[in-house]
């Protein structure tokens, strides 16, 4: 079992304990995803603790679409639960990088794909350079400000 759900499920006993019912809930709905993840597919599989922070992050950023369609729509106790839901998720997640931090990962991925091609790649390469940066900040930030980083870099 991967060190991720092994957290998760501790997690779980001691909110139960402690009967903090949004905390018990919001890890119940994780490890139910989690769950759905390792059964999806041909075969059953056990998941990594990468496939277990993707998963976390792809929750947590449903829970922040999630507040902001109640806030437009003036339910604001129901975006308040999505918005302590995300603070919960986002404990078990690895902190963002900065902007600044993303752009050094950019740059590095940049600089690894115009060592493999023998020149700086273009646009059209903008793919190769994207599984570069993609494997230097996994987990770390959302693919949209990767790909934004990378745009602006290129």
Do not use: F, W
């Amino acid at each position: 079992m991967s060190e991720m759900k092994t957290r998760l499920r501790a997690d779980l006993t001691t909110s139960m304990k402690a009967k903090d019912k949004l905390r018990t809930a919001t890890i119940r709905m994780l490890l139910a995803a989690i769950q759905t993840e390792e059964v999806s597919g041909k075969e059953a599989h056990e998941v990594t603790d990468d496939q277990v922070l993707k998963i976390l992050a792809k929750e947590s950023k449903k829970r922040g679409e999630s507040a902001e369609i109640y806030t437009e729509n003036g339910r604001g106790e129901l975006a308040a639960t999505e918005r302590a839901e995300a603070q919960i998720i986002d404990e078990y997640l690895p902190t963002p990088l900065t902007d600044a931090e993303l752009a050094d990962a950019a740059d590095t991925a940049i600089a690894q794909v115009a060592e493999e091609l023998g020149e700086r790649p273009g646009m059209k390469q903008m793919g190769l350079v994207m599984k570069a940066a993609s494997a230097l900040t996994a987990g770390k930030a959302d693919g949209a400000r990767v790909s934004k980083a990378v745009r602006d870099r290129l």
